[in-house]
């Protein structure tokens, strides 16, 4: 059966040329300029990857993930985006996006992005990697934490590894053997997250044509993770509240509690303390989450990690892609320890599959890496240069440039003059 790809962006010319080009590679290509439509055939057909453009008139590429997520929690999904928004692609790492390219692309870099993320997507057990000081110590707070069986709240950046500190906590507990059961509440809306979290009876809903379990009971004796917990809706939180205290919960249209004897951990990027203050969050539910928070060190705080994270996701992705041996260089090691990781070990593990894949080297080096040489350059620097770089290819063309770059002409006449200001 061929590999189907489903492809969006309003950009008509772009999505006719990439899917004649995908398809000539042995793929089943779906092309759409209209998220609708797009989300329509999500729903009514299989696919078994999405690529999709950032910047788009209806709605952006993070709503459009957003809905996807909804559907598909865990379907890859490669976002294309200009160099000028190098900001965006890393945002677009921590909304849960697979992958990101840069635009210009050839048909080949972008056709060894989907193979990378088709042969990712069923990921085997993994396991937690790190003998830093920061990671020894949060290692030590995990063993205690699982050998009880209390609320759990994870805290840290998007990309520290939060499901996998859940799944180690699940597996090191007496619940070990039960389900381990995990949904994001950013990932759907409100509505389709309430009836999948506490199921619901015939008739609740227009389509409800049978009683349904929800998720929590099929998490009954097993642990449940609740992801992104700072983004639930008032009425979720209330659910949940009743979950923790009561131990039950009561399914859309029915009004008898169901018991259910779960172990929750739930996680979240955002300062729930300060969304305490906006009144964004129960102050109640708070206290019952926050029994033991466990923090998770972002990547820049445990740099002594980087070089065994890079050579652990190096062997597997040489094993799993059939690469034959291959080695990061010490001057490599080194540029991996400078760089300081704003998409934590998610980043670090898509820099590694894309030189391993790319590079015909069995010694990678900076230079396979695709990262700033000097650390010293910040974003800004970056992207100043790149749009140099794209408008003298264009021979001053600044119409083609920022066509390319995937901005107005008016930011580019902006951001170039900028940049000449400070060269004087």
């Known amino acids: 059966m061929k590999t189907r790809i489903l492809l969006l962006d309003d950009e008509a010319s772009l999505i006719k040329w990439l899917r004649y080009a995908l398809e000539q590679k042995g793929y089943q290509v779906f092309a759409t300029t209209d ?13 078994d990857l999405i690529i999709s453009d950032i910047k788009m008139p209806e709605i952006d590429g993070f709503e459009f993930l ?13 976002f294309i985006t200009a160099y000028g928004s190098m900001d965006s692609a890393i945002s677009a790492l921590r909304d849960r996006a697979s992958d990101y390219i840069l635009k210009p692309f050839s048909i080949d870099e972008l056709a060894v992005r989907i193979k990378a993320n088709l042969s990712s997507y069923i990921k085997g057990p993994t396991k937690i990697i790190g003998s830093s000081k920061r990671m020894r110590n949060t290692l030590a707070m995990l063993d205690k934490i699982a050998a009880t069986d209390t609320t759990v709240l994870l805290l840290g950046e998007s990309g520290t590894g939060k499901e996998l500190f859940a ?8 619940r070990a053997k039960a389900n381990f059961v995990t949904v994001s509440c950013a990932a759907m809306p409100e509505t389709l997250l309430e009836s999948e979290l506490f199921g619901y009876k015939r008739g609740a809903f227009t389509g409800a044509a049978t009683d349904k379990d929800g998720l929590f009971k099929t998490a009954d004796k097993g642990t449940f993770f609740l992801d992104e917990i700072g983004d639930a809706s008032p009425t979720i939180q209330v659910k949940i509240l009743r979950l923790l205290e009561e131990r039950e919960i009561v399914p859309l249209g029915s009004t008898r509690p169901i018991k259910v004897d779960v172990r929750l951990i739930a996680a979240t990027n955002k300062n729930l303390s300060e969304e305490l203050k906006k009144g964004s969050f129960r102050e109640d539910l708070y206290y019952r989450l926050n029994v033991i928070p466990l923090v998770l060190p972002p990547l820049r705080e445990r740099r002594d990690d980087v070089p065994l994270l890079a050579e652990h996701f190096l062997k597997e992705i040489c094993r799993r892609e059939k690469l034959g041996e291959r080695s990061l260089r010490p001057d490599s090691l080194k540029v991996l320890r400078k760089y300081d990781w704003p998409g934590n070990v998610r980043e670090l593990r898509h820099v590694i599959e894309r030189a391993a894949i790319l590079s015909d080297s069995h010694y990678l080096g900076p230079q396979h ?25 264009c021979d001053g063309n600044m119409s083609e440039a920022a066509r390319i770059l995937g901005v107005s002409r008016a930011t580019l006449y902006r951001r170039f003059k900028s940049i000449k200001r400070r060269r004087k």
């Open 35 to 47: 998220p609708q439509d797009a989300m329509v055939e999500i729903k009514n057909q299989r696919y």
């Open 66 to 78: 957003k809905r996807v997520r909804g559907v598909h929690p865990d379907m890859p999904f490669i």
């Open 167 to 174: 799944r180690e906590i699940h597996q090191r507990s007496k």
């Open 369 to 393: 890496l695709g990262l700033p040489q000097s650390r010293g350059k910040s974003l800004n620097q970056i992207q100043s240069e790149e749009i140099a770089r794209v408008v003298r290819e």
